[in-house]
């Protein structure tokens, strides 16, 4: 692996107390590049603009996929990744769904791993900061025949964040019309083109007030299935609801690792098709104790209320939350705050 460091870090120019989410990236970045059939040698080199040919597949068909995931300080000032070994089984799990070669697992946690070691700088203490990292892959061949790319390359960004919400009241809209992903489409995938789909609808979404849109079955809207950066959790009485993993919804990797937290808290976790019908009878019936979504970016987020064809419910308002226990659960073992008894916890 070649490893080119910075000559001079920018570091001391980022105001570290008012970032926006993903503007402003740390010093270096991994790059590796598939042409003739086989990955080449893996680079660390400063962050930098990339030179891509006009022609790019990517840029024409879409052969794109990412990752999301974060790395965290703790008190020593030891840096820490959560699960990454997932990640980059899923990341190579959306490559297969999209004709692009997989890339070696060994090979990824090393250089991620050097990456995050070279920048760990950026990398704040205090609960809820946090490096985000982005690693992703695209087809980079200058040819606009619709077909499979014939050279790719993968990548690693770094951004530092704080969180991801700051409103209190989010508020999300039930999908009637539009759709997420098709039963055998992309959505389990981490495709660029998933995300892109969203954003108009999103964007009505936000003219009416609401946050985000909790996406319905493609087939009959009769069934939850995730939000747009988020996995959904529903609390019924003491039952804690999510939809299973399937073609349509992304297996998150914080959805699971709740899951198995509520289990170890003794909670009842269903994971089974939940209907927008016996949702909102649960809201009429005050037996909806709570919403919540899951996910990198936000971790756990507590959802305040949604709309579905023009009727409005409002959830009640819990200082005792599941969500907020699941959260602290979470972030305690991610910031090295308590014991890893599942070994989720990686140190850099």
Known sequence: MIVKSVKRSRIESVDFDNLSFGSTFSDHMFVCDYANGKWGEPQIIPYAPIQLDPSASALHYGQAVFEGMKAYKDDQNDVWLFRPDQNIKRLNKSAERLAIPQFSEELFLK?????????????????????????????????????PSREYRIMIICTPVSSYYNDNQVRVKIADHYSRAPQGGTGYAKAAGNYAGQFYPTQLALEEGYQQIIWTDAATHQYIEEAGTMNLFFRIGDTLITAPTS????????RKSIIQLAKDRGLQVETRQLAVSELIEAAKNNMLKEIFGSGTAVVVLPIHGFGYKGDEYQLPINEDSVAQMLKSDLTSIQYNQSPDPHGWRVKV
Request: a negative charge.
């Open 247 to 254: 073609d349509s919804i992304l297996d998150g990797i914080t």
């Open 111 to 147: 250089g991620l791993s050097r990456l995050i070691d070279l920048d760990r700088n950026w990398v704040q203490s205090g609960l809820g900061n946090s490096l985000y990292v982005r690693p992703f892959m695209f087809a980079s061949e200058a040819c606009v025949q619709a077909s």
